[in-house]
T-cell receptor, first 108, second 115 residues
Framework: DTGVSQDPRHKITKRGQNVTFRCDPISEHNRLYWYRQTLGQGPEFLTYFQNEAQLEKSRLLSDRFSAERPKGSFSTLEIQRTEQGDSAMYLC??????FGEGSRLTVL | AQKITQTQPGMFVQEKEAVTLDCTYDTSDQSYGLFWYKQPSSGEMIFLIYQGSYDEQNATEGRYSLNFQKARKSANLVISASQLGDSAMYFCAIAGGTSYGKLTFGQGTILTVHP
């Protein structure tokens, strides 16, 4: 069991650039969740996959955000035209007990 | 819809003493689960303990126990024999029976353990 891994752990970008985060879940888990956590707050749900199907999306996920999980394995979260308000920790989980270490985004 | 309220922004405890972190919840689901997580400064969300809404006994995991009072809608975390390594942010969360397992988190409590 290698756990949930996320890449990159830290990303600094300029406003307007696109960024992509990757999540590799625990291999036998077919669920995958993305959460966003801003400083001093609890994580907020963004989206959920069951295998390759994206079954739920939060209203927080604006049209600049897109998530995919091809073949039901790893997942990517892309943010287009980043804004300073996108600065946050993006957490991936493959169960309610298995979270990754997160990808911290800073938009300058 | 689910809601978690953690009213203690910060808590302090002496090493080796016990501490209680408060959590109240609101849900319209009959079946739900309550979770506690520890988040050190590194950022990883570490699962600590789980309580199901139909569990008759309070959950325990090592030094962690959950004081579950269903009628009062509270699920307080008790950490016994605090250690310096327990210093971290602690989050309470709920997952409803119809929510595909997605979690709704509270705002967290920062715990500082003093030597």
């Amino acid at each position: 069991d290698t756990g949930v891994s996320q890449d990159p752990r830290h990303k600094i970008t300029k406003r307007g650039q696109n960024v992509t985060f990757r999540c590799d879940p625990i291999s036998e888990h077919n669920r995958l969740y993305w959460y966003r956590q801003t400083l001093g707050q609890g994580p907020e749900f963004l989206t959920y996959f069951q295998n390759e199907a994206q079954l739920e999306k939060s209203r927080l996920l604006s049209d600049r955000f897109s998530a995919e999980r091809p073949k039901g394995s790893f997942s990517t979260l892309e943010i287009q035209r980043t804004e300073q308000g996108d600065s946050a920790m993006y957490l991936c989980a493959s169960s309610r007990r298995s979270f990754g270490e997160g990808s911290r985004l800073t938009v300058l | 819809a689910q809601k978690i309220t953690q009213t203690q922004p910060g808590m302090f405890v002496q090493e080796k003493e016990a501490v209680t972190l408060d959590c109240t919840y609101d849900t319209s689901d009959q079946s739900y689960g309550l979770f506690w997580y520890k988040q050190p400064s590194s950022g990883e969300m570490i699962f600590l303990i789980y309580q199901g809404s139909y569990d008759e006994q309070n959950a325990t995991e090592g030094r962690y126990s959950l004081n579950f009072q269903k009628a009062r809608k509270s699920a307080n975390l008790v950490i016994s024999a605090s250690q310096l390594g327990d210093s971290a942010m602690y989050f309470c969360a709920i997952a409803g029976g119809t929510s595909y397992g997605k979690l709704t988190f509270g705002q967290g409590t920062i715990l500082t353990v003093h030597p």
